[in-house]
């Protein structure tokens, strides 16, 4: 109210307020939104993408490790990598389709998912969504960067819609597949402490 009474005030006609009401509607929430952010408060929409930011990075770390496992079985013919490989696909079978669709919602958005051919898009047929606490049914469902808990869903490139843990036990399995991989091999290297001092 402060903030309105001074614009109007600062008019050269205060009738011009009610003749561009909306301009100087948005004009004054401009104002009083600065005024917020100069106090120091954050807008409540920042806060709340805070939250995505972290899923996307712990979504995007988790499949960046699945695809150093992938080098790792066609670079190396050791029966235990590529049985590390399986177990990370089975824990996170929707992994990189999952992290496919975040890095490429753009085509999502517009309905596309896998190219049968790289020159050609091919239209998603999407489908309801029913993961046990969203059901949706009837026509199908296009779903980006949804946070659902601690779930992080996406329609991926089949239509269907899919969620990735963002979790501690999804770290786990993660942290415990990494350490039995730096096992398999010998290290001849001096010991080496970490974090460095």
């Not at 235990?80 to 990370?88: A, G, I, M």
């Not at 050609?120 to 026509?139: Q, T």
């Amino acid at each position: 109210m402060r903030i309105e009474q001074e614009y109007r005030a600062a008019l050269p006609n205060e009738n011009d307020f009610y003749n561009h009401h909306d301009y100087h509607r948005a004009e004054t929430e401009k104002l009083y939104r600065q005024e917020k952010l100069n106090s120091g408060e954050v807008p409540i929409s920042y806060k709340h993408r805070i939250s995505f930011i972290h899923a996307h990075s712990f979504l995007s770390s988790a499949d960046t490790f699945s695809k150093y496992l992938s080098v790792l079985v066609d670079e190396i013919e050791l029966d235990h990598v590529k049985d590390l490989k399986k177990q990370l696909e089975d824990a996170f079978p929707s992994l990189a389709k999952i992290r496919n669709s975040a890095q490429h919602s753009e085509d999502r958005s517009r309905g596309y998912g896998k190219p049968t051919d790289v020159r050609k898009k091919v239209k998603m047929n999407l489908k309801p969504i029913d993961n046990g606490f969203i059901k949706a049914e009837g026509g199908g469902v296009l779903a980006l960067s949804n946070l659902n808990g601690n779930r992080l869903g996406y329609t991926i490139d089949d239509g269907s819609y899919q969620e990735f843990e963002i979790s501690q036990n999804s770290l786990g399995v993660v942290a415990n597949l990494f350490q039995h991989l730096i096992n398999v091999f010998q290290w001849t290297d001096p010991v080496e402490f970490s974090p460095h001092i």
